[in-house]
């Protein structure tokens, strides 16, 4: 699975547990008519891929979800194994077909056998 969009929060490599567990958190706000921003966490050596960016850019992601049961209660968690520099003057509204051009308008049937024009909802 991928995920696109803008970096707007770059933390630092931390290090948790005596083991040193090592993550970082990146996140993405994507370009879509209802944008969303989208943690993801880079873990061990993939921590390092995230060296080379910076807040601002624009990015695609390869991640990875995984799912955890701990008391009863259900946790989330999306991980980044891949990321690349994506090209920015295409957004993602851009890159997606246009939907009234692929779909016909169910209004065009509006005027069925009787050529009275039925103006309910369903």
Do not use: C, H
């Not at 944008?35 to 990875?64: A, C, H, R």
Request: glycine letters at 6%; zero cysteines; proline letters at 4%.
């Amino acid at each position: 699975m991928e995920v696109q969009g803008k970096i707007i929060v770059l933390n630092e490599t931390e290090s948790v547990g005596t083991k040193e567990f090592k993550k970082r958190l990146v996140v993405v706000q994507t370009d879509e008519q209802y944008p969303q921003s989208i943690p993801v966490e880079f873990t061990q050596d993939k921590t390092s891929l995230l060296n080379n960016f910076n807040i601002g850019d624009f990015v695609k992601i390869g991640i990875n979800l995984r799912g955890a049961e701990w008391k009863g209660r259900y946790f989330a968690n999306i991980n980044g194994w891949k990321i690349d520099k994506a090209d920015s003057s295409l957004t993602a509204q851009q890159q997606m077909p246009d939907r009234e051009a692929v779909q016909t308008n169910p209004f065009d049937y509006a005027f069925a056998n009787d050529g009275v024009k039925d103006d309910l909802p369903f």
